[in-house]
């Protein structure tokens, strides 16, 4: 194991803290798609009780063909909501490899250059893929409004 000067040991504190600054933006991204993942497992939920409520009231009932659509649509998002916090986790676990790397690099003279930048570019991808995920939650959420204002009008 290399031992750093005080120096050494800043100019690697102040390398790793870059990364650190995106892991806690990847938080905050985290913390917004399970609050909207909150919301749309809380109106299935409502969702369901309300039908429960109305078959155990008649056994008959038959959703109808905009409810189940509603439904449908519903479980899409939540499954879209899911792999987008997913690519944010794996987001999250790439940056903080990237650090453990840096600092593995330095302090026991290895040589994971190569492997850093592999973590953040993969890092960078899954981040891509996440927003990207998030822009179509977005988009579902925004035409499912319009289509509602559709109907109203």
Do not use: C
Not at 11 to 19: F, M, S
Not at 70 to 94: E, K, P, S
């Amino acid at each position: 194991m290399a031992l750093l000067n005080s120096g050494e040991l800043v100019d690697l504190i102040q390398l790793a803290v870059a990364p650190v600054f995106l892991l806690a933006g990847v938080a905050g991204l985290l913390n917004v798609f399970i609050g909207r993942l909150t919301r749309i497992i809380d109106k299935l939920e409502r969702m369901d009780s309300a039908l429960l409520a109305k078959k155990r009231k008649d056994r008959s009932y038959k959703e109808d063909v905009r409810t189940l659509q509603r439904r449908q649509f519903l479980v899409m998002r939540m499954q879209n909501t899911n792999r987008a916090i997913f690519f944010a986790t794996a987001t999250g676990l790439m940056v903080a490899l990237v650090i453990l790397s840096v600092f593995a690099t330095t302090l026991f003279s290895f040589h994971f250059e190569l492997l850093i930048s592999i973590f953040f570019i993969l890092a960078m991808v899954f981040l891509i893929i996440a927003f990207v995920l998030f822009l179509r939650e977005i988009h579902f959420t925004t035409s499912f409004i319009q289509l509602k204002k559709d109907h109203l009008d």
